[in-house]
């Protein structure tokens, strides 16, 4: 659907400015033109355009140039670049430059409305998740959760409506996920914001250290226990305690938690006094409890007390469309911490991060940022900063016979040859896992593949 958007075509051919215009408007679209680079500049400046398609080569004031300075007006604008002339130079010039994406004429209209879609879905989710993340509050951007996927806007949703209550949550996913941000957005955007938020990892500490960290204890308790001691459920009356890997706590303590949420009241570690708090639960695992119970490992009366609302991060590896956004937030503060200049990601080096599976999510992305970042040798991070690990096992169209094995002056045209030939072959012949790789319709693949050459 194109909802109404009003695309600025800029090309000094007429008469393909004009083909353009009227197959856009057959979709949907509202179309205004521009002949050169200097008009679709003050044209930006005047009108909120929600996409640009723009040729590269014009007389006056080139799309290179334009594009560089459109965006400087406005840089949530997708343009997209068309060009016949180009090398793989000045498509990666134009990708630096902050195009979303380049196309080779004569056009494919059905990959130039795919690719228009996709960028313009991209720039409304975006909008849609900072809005969203701006009526949690500034505390939740804080805490440095990113994401535009549609995994994390159904997760930011259900966050904001969860926050407010006083309902325990449950936060699942595996290592690395972000778990404990979870935590953190849902107690700084709830009434007890203005409390403590205190956080207890309950695989850290053996059994009796737990119960002593949990709940206190009195002077002379045990050995060592020369004075009496808080525990954290009495710091964070009035506020919310956050039990990371609750999978792992004993049985034994398990059943004194369990009391704790039932009663809202226990004893200190070798006391009588019956304390009463006020805190709010909020527990994370990276295991399956349900599995944990059937093993005799978690107790079921406990689980149904924690999992009043569940969370699930989703692991990185299902959603990649958050990484180049992750990729861009962790380069800046650590270009920042580490005083270097980087300014961005060369598409090569790009398309093996995506690739990459990411076993680690974000904890081993960010730990892989700060080693790029170390080790760059320029402005942009490319192949060779890369951590081993990435350029081994990464798959798809930048591995193997990939771009990084071709000429730097080859047309884009046998680029994009190789890059489909080698993603077709990754699928397995299968052309339409290849297509859906490729961001294109199993039309547009056929149609290219005849024209290489090959079997359809």
């Known amino acids: 659907m194109s909802r109404n958007n009003t695309i600025l075509v800029v090309d000094d051919d007429k008469g393909h400015r004009t083909m353009l215009k009227t197959l856009l408007s057959g979709w949907g679209y509202s179309v205004a033109e521009a002949d050169d680079g200097s008009i679709a500049i003050e044209m930006a400046r005047e009108n909120p355009f929600d996409l640009v398609l723009m040729d590269i080569r014009m007389v006056k004031v080139s ?3 334009a594009l560089a300075k459109i965006k400087a007006i406005n840089p949530s604008i997708p343009i997209i670049i068309m060009t016949a002339y180009s090398s793989v130079e000045t498509a990666v010039e134009a990708l630096k430059k902050g195009a979303y994406d380049y196309l080779t004429k004569p056009l494919d209209f059905d990959e130039l409305h795919l690719t228009m879609e996709r960028a313009m879905d991209h720039t409304h989710l975006k909008e849609e998740n900072r809005l ?29 409506q969860v926050a407010p209550s006083e309902a325990t949550v449950l936060i699942t996913g595996e290592s690395g996920t972000g778990k404990e941000l979870i935590a953190g957005a849902i107690h700084y955007n709830s009434e007890r ?25 009195e002077k002379g308790a045990f050995t060592g226990a020369h004075r009496r001691k808080e525990g954290q459920f009495s710091l964070a009356d009035g506020g919310s305690l956050f039990l990371d890997e609750v999978s792992e706590m004993p049985l034994s303590m398990q059943v004194k938690l369990l009391r704790v949420i039932q009663e809202r009241e226990f004893t200190r570690v070798g006391g009588e006094e019956v304390i009463q708090v006020d805190v709010r639960i909020i527990a994370a695992t990276n295991k399956d409890l349900a599995q944990e119970i059937s093993s005799g490992r978690f107790r079921e ?32 503060s650590f270009a920042q911490k580490n005083r270097k200049t980087i300014k961005g990601v060369t598409p090569q080096a790009m398309a093996r991060l995506v690739s990459y599976d990411w076993p680690g999510n974000v904890r081993e992305l960010m730990n892989a940022v700060e080693r790029m970042v170390v080790l760059a040798r320029g402005d942009y991070v490319g192949e060779p900063d890369l951590p081993p690990i990435i350029l081994e096992q990464a798959e798809g169209p930048a591995s193997g016979q990939g771009t990084k ?19 077709l072959e990754s699928a397995g012949g299968n052309k339409s896992e290849a297509a859906r790789r490729l961001g294109i319709t199993r039309r547009t693949l056929h149609k290219k593949l005849k024209k290489y050459g090959v079997m359809p």
């Open 132 to 160: 969203l993340k701006a009526s949690l509050g500034e505390k939740f951007d804080r805490r440095n959760i990113i994401g535009n996927s549609p995994q994390m806007v159904r997760l930011f949703e259900t966050i904001a």
């Open 193 to 217: 914001k203005d409390g403590p938020f205190i956080k207890v990892n309950c695989a850290a500490l053996t059994e009796t250290l737990l119960e002593s960290e949990l709940f206190g204890h």
């Open 301 to 332: 009366d406990l689980f149904y007390r924690l999992n009043v609302v569940t969370l699930q991060m989703p692991p990185l590896r299902e959603r990649k469309d958050d990484i180049p956004l992750l990729l861009e937030h962790f380069l800046e």
């Open 405 to 423: 094995d071709l000429p730097a002056d080859l047309p884009l045209e046998e680029v994009e040859k190789a890059s489909i030939l080698k993603t």
């Open 63 to 65: 799309g290179l140039e």
